[in-house]
């Protein structure tokens, strides 16, 4: 293995500054364990077509058993916290009514396993995993999906909240709500515009009544992860950035205008309006409801150009000139810094943040400097945004192993530990071991 290594170290950052890495449930746990119910994902990836290789998560890397191993991992790398999800049909197999003991019990042992190697716990209570008997009933079409989400988040908090750091309701709302009711390239696969008009208002106030139930129940330190991706357009025709500044609406303003402004993009309202849910318009003082921190995903950017002969939004992603990653994704930590300055500004940067994740499939087995060199820049453009008085107190790197890459299968490799499917032999890659380096010590060098 090449010596790969990071131009920054522990000491570069503020004192406390949390380094973590993330990872998912359905990802790595294995689904068809421990008395865990299906979800929508169970039935995305039985229709053929939706995933790459007719792959499933049943076993994915077998988290389940080999948590011990894993969490030994994250310690082992010099790392203060792991973000995790709660798969939602394991605790709750039909989505409401009686819970899973085997699956509480689990998630007792993965928290107190944190615990025990000084890992802060950093929960997600909902990562993509929507209960199918849930789905059946309109998922997050329907609005009483923020009374099943609150219901459950109540359930997790009041059984762990006394042992988690932190808690975010929900991951990424944009591929929640478009990727898989718009776009339809997640579950539950969907190409609809009023079921993604939906799924847009109802994740945002499932996250609001959420945060005012936990809120009662005396949790804190609650927060939300969106992702970005920047908007860029193709050219400085008017119409390309219209194009441009429409996509950045629909990814990146929406969400946080419902949760900072009461208020969702004109540009965005001009196609979904028609399609919205009746009373949207009244719920904003529940999805506004206050924060104690907020998360930024961000992987790439796109670039935007115009197309005038497809209905709304009448755009198109068009490849662009930078280095891609094996997702075909542009590498540009420039990004990093442009989104966590626009939320910094949002927030008037009184709020902390967090990057919650950042990183990059590459299918190099074990010596990973396209990751290496990835993660010193965004952590660089991290270090930037501090510098510039962005309240940024963590980063979370993407992920600690491969994994189950939702529709692509287990392809695309975004892990720091390479996993060896058929064995279920975890790697230490490069990329881990320049981390371990960098963080491993608060005197510089």
């Keep these: 293995m090449d010596n790969a290594t990071l131009s920054f170290s522990r000491s570069d950052f503020p004192e406390g500054f949390v380094f973590g890495t993330a990872a998912a449930a359905l990802q790595i746990e294995g689904s068809g364990y421990g008395g865990a119910g299906p979800s929508h994902w169970d039935t995305f990836c039985a229709t053929p077509g939706n995933i790459a290789n007719s792959e499933n998560t049943l076993v994915a890397c077998d988290h389940y058993h080999r948590w011990e191993e894993d969490l030994d991992l994250v310690r082992n790398a010099g790392l203060d916290a792991y973000r995790f999800s709660l798969s939602w049909p394991r605790i709750l197999p039909e989505g409401r009514g009686t819970p899973n003991e085997e699956g509480?019990?689990?998630?007792?042992?993965?928290?107190d396993g944190m615990l025990e190697r000084g890992l802060q716990p950093w929960a997600t209570l909902y990562h993509w995993e929507m209960p199918a008997a849930l789905s059946d009933l309109g998922g997050w079409r329907n609005r009483d999906v923020a009374n099943w989400f609150t219901d459950y988040s109540r359930l997790v908090m009041n059984r762990f909240g006394d042992r988690i750091e932190g808690t975010a309701t929900l991951n990424?709302?944009?591929c929640v709500a478009w990727l898989s009711h718009f776009l339809g390239h997640h579950a539950?696969?969907?190409r609809d515009i009023r079921a993604a008009a939906h799924a847009m208002h109802h994740v945002l106030l499932a996250h609001g009544t959420a945060v005012q139930a936990l809120r009662a129940d005396g949790h804190d330190n609650l927060g939300i992860v969106c992702n970005f991706e920047y908007s860029q357009p193709a050219d400085d025709k008017p119409e390309t950035i219209r194009a441009a500044e429409l996509n950045d609406a629909i990814y990146n303003r929406w969400f946080v205008g419902g949760i900072f402004e009461k208020t969702y993009p004109t540009q965005v309202l001009e196609g979904l309006a028609p399609h919205m849910p009746q009373g949207w318009q009244d719920d904003?003082?529940?999805?506004?409801?206050?924060?104690?921190?907020?998360?930024?995903?961000?992987y790439t950017?796109?670039?935007i150009a115009a197309d005038p002969v497809s209905l709304w939004p009448s755009y198109m992603t068009v490849p662009g000139p930078l280095p891609k990653t094996d997702m075909g994704w542009e590498i540009y930590p420039e990004g990093l810094l442009h989104f966590l300055k626009?939320?910094?500004?949002?927030?008037d940067r009184k709020m902390p943040i967090y990057v919650t994740e950042n990183g990059l499939a590459d299918s190099e087995p074990v010596n990973d400097l396209v990751r290496t060199d990835y993660m010193d820049s965004h952590f660089g453009a991290?270090?930037?945004?501090?510098?510039?008085?962005v309240p940024l107190k963590g980063f979370f790197t993407w992920s600690l192993m491969d994994n189950f890459e939702w529709a692509f299968g287990y392809d695309k490799r975004f892990g720091m530990v390479h996993v060896d499917f058929e064995t279920q032999k975890r790697t230490p890659k490069a990329s881990w071991h320049a981390l371990r380096q960098a963080i491993s010590t608060n005197q510089p060098g």
């Excluded at 509480?104 to 928290?111: E, K, N």
Aim: net charge negative; hydrophobic share 45%; charged share 25%.
């Design 342 to 347: 626009r939320v910094g500004d949002l927030t």
């Design 172 to 174: 990424e709302p944009w």
């Design 284 to 298: 904003f003082d529940v999805i506004a409801t206050p924060l104690d921190w907020f998360g930024i995903n961000y």
């Design 301 to 303: 950017r796109s670039v």
């Design 188 to 190: 539950p696969g969907l």
């Design 104 to 111: 509480l019990d689990f998630y007792d042992r993965l928290i």
């Design 382 to 389: 991290a270090l930037d945004a501090i510098k510039s008085g």
